[in-house]
């Protein structure tokens, strides 16, 4: 299994273009989840999803959309890139269990390193 | 504002000694998690500890759960050079919103 892959895995961009960041699993997960990684920071959550069709926003989804039109896929679209969206995205997905709430450990992939300039 | 905050920032320890981190939470939580990351490298999960839970072990790892305090630690007996890594604790609260906190950068010298 492949488990949980990202690409690109490198992008630089210029202020004011757009791009989407892919992200795709095949364990069959209802979760799946955007976060940002900046120095200090740790990991802060953009958007996530809890089963096709369903997204829902994080603490910092400014400047992000998200689809879910599979179970598998879940890219990360930046409309308007700002060099303040300079980072590294992770992208991670787990098991659900809508009725209790919870979600399972979550697997990443190994990051996209996201330079706007 | 993150729900987890580590504690302490970075640890500097020996091969063979204990390396302990802590990490409190601001509101209730169905399971916290463990992480560690390697230098430019993905999360990789180490253990869940779900809120009913006082401790649980997965071998050198220890955690402990307080509901009481809102506060976790992370034990990791006997270190080794291999462990040098940032940790990071996760709370679940509910409906898929888990938040990370800035984490615990270890460094074990050998």
């Known amino acids: 299994n492949a488990g949980v892959t990202q690409t690109p895995k490198f992008q630089v961009l210029k202020t004011g273009q757009s791009m989407t960041l892919q992200c795709a699993q095949d364990?069959?997960?209802?979760?799946m989840s955007w976060y940002r990684q900046d120095p200090g920071m740790g990991l802060r959550l953009i958007h996530y999803?809890?089963?096709?069709?369903?997204?829902d926003q994080g603490e910092v989804p400014n400047g992000y959309n998200v689809s879910r039109s599979t179970t598998e896929d879940f890219p990360l679209r930046l409309l308007s890139a700002a060099p303040s969206q300079t980072s590294v995205y992770f992208c991670?997905?787990?098991?659900?269990?809508?009725?209790?709430?919870?979600?399972?450990?979550?697997?990443f992939g190994e990051g996209s390193r996201l330079t706007v300039l | 504002s993150q729900q987890g905050e580590e504690d302490p920032q970075a640890l500097s320890i020996q091969e063979g000694e204990n390396a302990t981190m802590n990490c409190s939470y601001k509101?209730?939580?169905?399971?916290l998690q463990w992480y560690r990351q390697n230098s430019g490298r993905g999360l990789v999960h180490l253990i869940l500890?779900?809120?009913?839970?006082r401790e649980k072990h997965s071998g050198r790892l220890r955690v402990t759960l307080d509901t009481s305090k809102k506060s976790s630690s992370l034990l990791i007996t006997a270190s080794r050079a291999a462990d040098t890594a940032s940790y990071f604790c996760?709370?679940?609260?509910?409906?898929?919103?888990?938040?990370f906190g800035a984490g615990t950068q270890v460094v074990v010298t050998p």
């Open positions: 991670a997905s787990s098991y659900y269990t809508g009725t209790s709430a919870n979600t399972g450990e979550l697997f």
């Open positions: 364990m069959n997960h209802e979760y």
């Open positions: 999803s809890v089963g096709a069709g369903i997204t």
């Open positions: 509101t209730s939580i169905n399971n």
């Open positions: 500890i779900r809120s009913n839970e």
């Open positions: 996760a709370t679940d609260s509910g409906w898929g919103k888990l938040q």
